[in-house]
């Protein structure tokens, strides 16, 4: 039996940049844990970042990372 290597190579994937991030754990005992945006007023001139949270019950905790 003769393999093409083509077919039996493992192709990666790279993905430039920063991920989202995962809440799934960050809140301790506290579920649900949703990631949210949290927004800051920027004057027009600067660009703002965009900075998660975690949330559980109206309370924040830090992203895990």
Do not use: N
């Not at 039996?1 to 995962?22: N, Y």
């Amino acid at each position: 039996m003769a393999f093409d290597r083509d077919q039996d190579a493992v192709k990666e994937i790279h993905t430039t940049g920063s991920s989202l991030p995962d809440c799934s754990h960050a809140c301790g005992p506290c579920s649900p844990c949703k990631r949210v945006m949290v927004s800051f007023k920027c004057s027009v001139a600067e660009s703002c970042a965009i900075i998660y949270r975690c949330m559980c019950r109206g309370r924040y905790y830090q992203v895990p990372s």
